[in-house]
């Protein structure tokens, strides 16, 4: 079955610091990636997804690429800020019409002024 | 607009209860998936609906869960003679049609704690 990976967590960072969340996954054919973030007290929400391979998804200064040779989609941001501090969660979802995602456990991220 | 709702956002039960959570979705979305997401764990997967036809239950994790959408809006997730192991958070997502490349839009979820 399908499957995500995320590395262990949780992380801390100064504000300003690079930032790298390893994501791998495990799928049949060509799945569909995303990042998924909550942040305290509020509900989960994309924050990017890439369809196809090579596709770079991008927002709020967050890149990840989707690498089919590596089944990774690891999360990077040059310059992380306190207001980044969450949970990040990476997903897939299989092709077809039932686009039920599968998640990774999550890793929570906590960035120091 | 308004995004996804989800009531009660806490709920305590005692165990061998039943449990109803409902769902209401962003206005025209056909898809609606519920997820289960234990504590430090990310959410699973439970049941998907394309309108109010239920095309996916794998992910129930026994007899005792039950969902419908009978009117492909509102959904009611209900746990029958509730357990321990239901306490989690049970999640509610839409999106505008299936496939991957469509957002899932979540609700805050519903606390379910089993006392």
């Known amino acids: 079955g399908n499957s995500v990976t995320q590395m262990e967590g949780p992380v801390t960072l100064s504000e300003e610091a690079f930032l790298t969340i390893n994501c791998t996954y495990t799928a049949t054919g060509y799945p569909s990636l995303f990042w998924y973030v909550q942040y305290p007290g509020e509900g989960l929400q994309l924050l990017l997804k890439a369809t196809k391979a090579d596709d770079k998804g991008s927002n709020k200064g967050f890149e990840a690429t989707y690498r089919k040779e590596t089944t990774s989609f690891h999360l990077e941001k040059g310059s992380v800020q306190v207001s980044d501090s969450a949970v990040y969660f990476c997903a897939l979802s299989a092709t077809g019409a039932n686009s039920k995602l599968t998640f990774g456990k999550g890793i929570t991220l906590s960035v120091r002024p | 607009g308004a995004g996804v709702s989800q009531s009660p956002r806490y709920k305590v039960a005692k165990r061998g209860q039943d449990v109803a959570l409902r769902c209401d979705p962003i206005s025209g979305h056909v898809s609606l998936f519920w997820y289960q997401q234990a504590l430090g764990q990310g959410p699973e997967f439970l049941t998907y609906?394309?309108?109010?036809?239920?095309?996916?239950k794998s992910g129930l994790p026994s007899d005792r869960f039950f969902a419908e959408r009978p009117e492909g809006s509102v959904s009611t997730l209900k746990i029958q003679r509730t357990q321990q192991e239901d306490s989690a958070v049970y999640l509610c997502?839409?999106?505008?049609?299936?496939?991957?490349?469509?957002?899932?839009?979540f609700g805050p979820g519903t606390r379910l704690t089993v006392t």
């Open positions: 609906f394309q309108n109010e036809a239920q095309l996916d």
């Open positions: 997502a839409s999106s505008l049609e299936g496939g991957g490349t469509y957002e899932q839009y």
